[in-house]
């Protein structure tokens, strides 16, 4: 299998942070989806990464659905099987999923020239992920994991969105949401965060 994408997209970060959980046979090839002559178009109809070759030709595409096929693909899911656990860590995605829309909008708002941005777009796209962290943070137990006693698609994509919102939209969430930054501090130093840290972005001290 191979996984198309930038080192620097969260979306394919959940993709390559599972890869390295599960050690899975996926290699990364390190395609720009920008570019007028991207390549990502022919791999997938949206032109955006992640992009995953599953067979010669066969592309899944929108990181929940690849992220879903890693998950599965080899029997060890990181998905619990109980109902409560399972929408527990759907909850947790959908919400993660969230953040990271909301803080790649931002970016792209604030590249665009400046007398072009809206500064209330900027603005609706920052309470969104101030809002999902502090409902986070009051729904959260505390403690390693956020669903349950194990590392679960709850954790990977959750601790990608608030990592990415380190790089791209640098605030001190923390200490509104202590449980969540201890959590977070476990989460990152797990190998499979180490290995997939964007280029260009340093964690806070
Ligand atoms: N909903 C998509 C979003 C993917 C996405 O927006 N990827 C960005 C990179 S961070 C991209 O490829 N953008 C290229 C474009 O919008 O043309 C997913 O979850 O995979």
């Known amino acids: 299998m191979k996984l198309y994408g930038s080192p620097t997209s969260p979306y394919v970060r959940k993709a390559r942070v599972l890869i390295s959980e599960k050690k899975l046979p996926v290699e990364f090839i390190n395609e720009d989806p920008w570019p007028a002559d991207s390549k990502i178009p022919s791999r997938n109809p949206l032109g955006k990464v992640p992009a995953l070759e ?39 995605q959908a919400i993660g999923n969230g953040i990271l829309d909301a803080a790649v909008t931002r970016v792209l708002e604030t590249r665009r020239p400046e007398d072009k941005q809206m500064p209330e777009k900027i603005e609706r796209e920052e309470a969104r992920i101030h809002r ?15 669903v349950g006693s194990r ?10 969105a608030m990592q990415y919102v380190d790089f791209r939209f640098a605030h001190d969430w923390r200490s509104k949401c ?5 959590w977070h501090e476990g989460i990152v130093e797990r190998r499979s965060f180490q290995e997939t840290v964007p280029p260009g972005f340093t964690p806070p001290a």
Do not use: C, M
């Open 178 to 182: 202590p449980k969540l930054a201890e």
């Open 151 to 160: 590392f679960t698609l709850a954790d990977l994509v959750f601790g990608v």
């Open 54 to 92: 599953i067979e010669p030709g066969n592309y899944l595409f929108e990181s929940p659905l690849v992220v879903h096929y890693l998950d599965h693909v080899d029997g060890k899911t990181l998905t619990p099987k109980d109902a409560g656990g399972y929408w527990q860590t759907q909850w947790w």
């Open 132 to 146: 999902a962290a502090d409902v986070a943070e009051a729904r959260f137990r505390g403690g390693p994991y956020l």
